[in-house]
């Protein structure tokens, strides 16, 4: 019924907008979902795409949005979410776009969503088998911190030989008694390729090992795409008497809903000075909230 | 018994040729012709055809005039470049074999490796010393991170063992372990030398290559590098290649000897005889013009 309607409203929309469904024209659809194939096929590694011209300006998104803009259908139900929020202007903006070209549904709820896609956080809330996360990458090279030659990295991925990955991690313990990296941690994918996993904090590197998620990383100005599939080993790098850890929050919890459990944003009052801390994912907050307020109305009664 | 005196390394041929270069261009260069540049196509014949034996434990020197290819022969063996032609044979019977890596069999040309083979054998068994530190080191990367970069190569992943090794080196090469978290940077040459030195020996290497290590250094310095380097090199049976053209170098610490002019061996034999008996009117002229 929802696809009828859909197509009936699509034919209304052909008629009167100049552009394909989802926008990208079908061939240059195409040629992503192979190169998503390709990626999934050879996890952590990027393959490199074609990456068309959106009305978007590139670093804004735009690998992202053109893995959504692929593999979205009529049928699809679509989350945004920029930094854990679905309220901020890249979200809201991504969300309007993609829903103004195909005319999908869009939603706050992580679980409704069958597609999400995200900049720089991964919901709280676990995913299913049946949902894909769509990451926005700004730099997709793992490797860039330490080498700065396009060339040298190919090499260096093609023959595993990450030992600057390593040394740089080794004087980061050195210097500062601990590893400094906050996003970006480097990750061993399948036990082979070391992979960026967007900026992302340490907090939800934990959530792409062994996931039931696919999860898609898009690079628009970089035009790499590459993919951690289902159930695939996902280990950050550690030594063995350094190991890796997620960012702790002691005492803090968060202000609106009282949860610890969840990755916290520090919000620093200019004025009195002042820190709180709120959670990083909107969606979840709400939701723990309406819990407790539900909890409160059943005590009453 | 036997084994100890069959060769850890053999050599044949061994040539480099920079430019395009062509069916003639070791008829035409040499010594005898006075030149490494090929007439008819202009190429660069850096070393044509160099073949020999290395033995377990000895220590081998190279020396020979400025261009003369000596530098070219330490870094084709350590496969900084790639050869124009040649073999290479690793006879790794006679050495413990680390577990995690797959070394190369006997009989087979190392040149014919591919890079990521090439590097395993390189991170395994050989340790290079090159002429000018900023070759071997990592200036910005702490001198116990430089050490370190060559056990995690080894696959070492434990920051205390690579600390404790590093410190070890650093005393033996005598650097004060106060400095391993200094870069080399900061560091006079002698240093930056023996931390190179220290790095060449992280892992244990079967072959050691030494390329004009106390060119430049002051006579003292110069003479407690060698020192060292002699000391370490009983200490652990090293196998070296010592390049220099400096005959003081070679008779301190070599036993063998390779003289190479315009790119080809002239004469090779026991440094002894070698410097007092010379046979090529270019080794003589190099032996009577020593200071």
């Known amino acids: 019924m929802r696809l009828n309607a859909w197509l009936q409203d699509h034919r209304r929309v052909k008629k009167s907008r100049d552009y394909n469904f989802a926008f990208i024209n079908e061939a240059a659809k195409r040629e992503i979902r192979r190169k998503i194939l390709k990626a999934v096929a050879i996890p952590g590694y990027q393959v490199p795409f074609a990456s068309p011209e959106l009305p978007v300006a590139r670093g804004w998104g735009t690998g992202g949005l053109q893995l959504t803009l692929s593999l979205i259908g009529p049928e699809d139900i679509l989350k945004v979410i920029d930094q854990g929020c679905d309220g901020s202007v890249n979200a809201v903006n991504i969300k309007k776009f993609v829903g103004q070209v195909t005319g999908v549904s869009t939603t706050t709820d992580t679980r409704q969503a069958t597609i999400i896609q995200t900049r720089h956080r991964i919901p709280e809330e676990a995913m299913t088998r049946d949902q894909i996360l769509v990451l926005q990458v700004p730099f997709p090279e793992a490797l860039r911190t330490v080498e700065p030659s396009e060339a040298e990295t190919r090499r260096m991925h093609g023959e595993a030989d ?6 740089y991690l080794y004087e980061d313990i050195v210097k500062y008694g601990e590893i400094s990296i906050g996003a970006r941690y480097p990750v061993t994918v399948n036990g082979r390729y070391i992979m960026d ?21 898009g690079a628009g100005r970089e035009k790499r795409i590459y993919a951690i599939p289902p159930h695939t080993r996902v280990e950050p790098l550690e030594f063995e008497d350094e190991k890796f850890r997620v960012e702790d929050f002691p005492g803090q919890a ?6 610890s459990a969840t990755f916290l944003d520090e919000i620093i009052d200019e004025a009195s000075g002042a820190r709180t801390y709120l959670c990083s994912d909107t969606s979840h907050c709400d939701k723990i909230l309406a819990q407790q307020e539900e909890k409160e109305v059943r005590s009453c009664k | 018994m ?24 070791l008829e035409v260069t040499g010594p005898e012709f006075e030149t490494n540049i090929c007439c008819h196509c202009g190429a660069v014949v850096a070393c044509g055809q160099v073949s020999f034996e290395l033995y377990p434990a000895e220590v081998l020197g190279i020396v020979g005039e400025s261009g003369s290819g000596k530098s070219t ?36 040309n190392l040149l014919t490796l591919n890079s990521f083979q090439k590097r395993q054998l390189r991170h395994a068994c050989l340790g290079m010393v090159y002429q000018n530190p900023h070759l071997g080191l ?18 070492c992943r434990h920051i205390g063992q690579m600390r404790g090794r590093s410190a070890d080196l650093l005393a033996k090469t005598e650097i004060p372990v106060q400095r391993l978290d200094e870069p080399p940077r900061n560091f006079s040459g002698g240093m930056r030398q023996r931390v190179q030195i220290a790095k060449a020996l992280s892992n244990n290497p079967v072959i050691l290559f030494l390329d004009e290590v106390t060119t430049g250094l002051d006579l003292s310095v110069q003479a407690r590098v060698l020192d060292l380097i002699r000391q370490l090199q009983s200490e652990f049976h090293l196998t070296v290649i010592v390049v220099s053209h400096d005959l003081g170098v070679i008779r301190l610490l070599t036993s063998r000897t390779m003289v190479m002019k315009c790119g080809r061996v002239v004469e090779s034999g026991l440094t002894d005889q070698i410097l007092e008996d010379p046979q090529h009117p270019y080794t003589q002229l190099l032996v009577s013009s020593q200071l």
Request: proline share 7%; with cysteine.
């Open chain 1, 162 to 167: 990450y030992s600057q990955m390593w040394l």
């Open chain 1, 197 to 217: 996993p967007s900026p992302i904090p340490r907090w939800d590197i934990p959530k792409l090992h062994l996931a039931e998620t696919l999860f898609l990383f």
């Open chain 1, 254 to 259: 968060c202000q609106r809903c009282g949860s």
């Open chain 2, 2 to 25: 036997m084994q100890q005196w069959q060769p850890v390394l053999t050599i044949k041929d061994l040539t480099k040729i920079y430019g395009g270069g062509c069916p003639r261009c």
């Open chain 2, 73 to 108: 022969v330490v870094r084709l063996l350590y496969f900084d470049y790639d050869s124009s032609g040649g073999e290479i044979y690793f006879h790794n019977a006679a050495v413990s074999a680390n577990p995690q890596v797959k070394l190369p069999q006997t009989d087979e």
């Open chain 2, 138 to 155: 990592r200036m910005a990367v702490s001198s116990g991170g430089n050490i370190a970069e060559r056990l995690i190569m080894a696959g």
